[in-house]
């Protein structure tokens, strides 16, 4: 059985697998500080309340882009799976059947994303990733990863509005009835989600014309907000990062 890890800055959502088939995936809030067996006893505790005994997990794979949650996490690995886990980087890069720009600079997750896109279309793919950042991982027909576009999130946005104003509140990240709010929590909902409906569509736009033609998929926390806002996207896949470090294990073993 595989075990993937996706450390990111908001959440850190694992998945477990059989033969290619996800079983059960969790997400625990990322905390800076906590302990890798703190993180290892709730871990432990989901598997087994969702029916996967973890003495049964052979393999792991890790996508961190919290460098000092890394190694945390790998710790929390050995000692609940005990198995020593692969941290995906550019020390594998050149073992998977892509080819990675920058591999010092893109995030793991990333190319999670573009492999597990390339293993849903099989050709040119653009993946947009809603999580603590917006991005855009764009991968051609010569399976190169040809480019990323990094925004910020839409929870980012919308926090970063009631943090950083004295009277404007924190709301619910749907989709309002009109483009023009008729109080605040309307007002930010048609700026911040019908205003994001907009930055995709353009820059799905610009990409595709970019790569001469691509598949499009959503995924992350939040990519089911806009989901009913825009025709930018082939498919929907929430589980694609996982997907593409599960595939990872036919190139890394």
């Known amino acids: 059985m595989l075990f993937v890890i996706d450390a990111g800055n908001t959440n850190i959502v694992g998945a477990a697998y059989e033969g290619g088939r996800l079983l059960?995936?969790?997400?625990?809030?990322?905390?800076?500080?906590?302990?890798?067996?703190?993180?290892?006893?709730?871990?432990?505790?989901?598997?087994?309340d969702r029916g996967i005994d973890p003495a049964r997990i052979r393999t792991v794979i890790i996508s961190s882009v919290v460098p000092p949650l890394t190694t945390t996490v790998a710790k929390m690995a050995r000692a609940v799976f005990g198995s020593e886990p692969v941290t995906v980087g550019p020390a594998v890069y050149d073992r998977l059947p892509l080819r990675i720009l920058a591999p010092d600079e893109i995030g793991?997750?990333?190319?999670a994303d573009a492999l597990g896109a390339w293993e849903l279309f099989g050709g040119p793919c653009?993946?947009?990733?809603?999580?603590?950042?917006?991005?855009?991982?764009?991968?051609?027909?010569?399976?190169?990863?040809?480019?990323?576009?990094?925004a910020p999130g839409l929870g980012t946005a919308a926090g970063s509005l009631s943090t950083a104003t004295a009277r404007l509140p924190a709301v619910p990240l749907e989709a309002p009835a009109s483009a023009l709010g008729q109080n605040t929590v309307q007002a930010i909902q048609a700026g911040v989600v019908l205003g994001y409906a907009g930055l995709v569509d353009s820059m799905v736009t610009r990409i595709k014309t970019e790569l001469g033609g691509a598949k499009v998929v959503a995924t992350g926390g939040l990519c089911r907000v806009l989901s009913g806002l825009t025709q930018a996207f082939d498919a929907i896949e929430p589980d694609l990062t996982l997907n593409g470090l599960a595939a990872m294990e036919r190139y890394l073993f």
Do not use: C
């Not at 991982?137 to 399976?143: K, L, W, Y």
């Open 24 to 48: 059960e995936s969790l997400r625990i809030r990322t905390v800076h500080g906590k302990t890798e067996d703190e993180y290892g006893v709730v871990v432990k505790s989901i598997l087994k």
């Open 108 to 111: 793991s997750d990333l190319v």
């Open 126 to 150: 653009l993946v947009v990733d809603f999580g603590t950042a917006l991005t855009f991982t764009a991968v051609d027909a010569s399976r190169t990863i040809a480019g990323v576009a990094i």
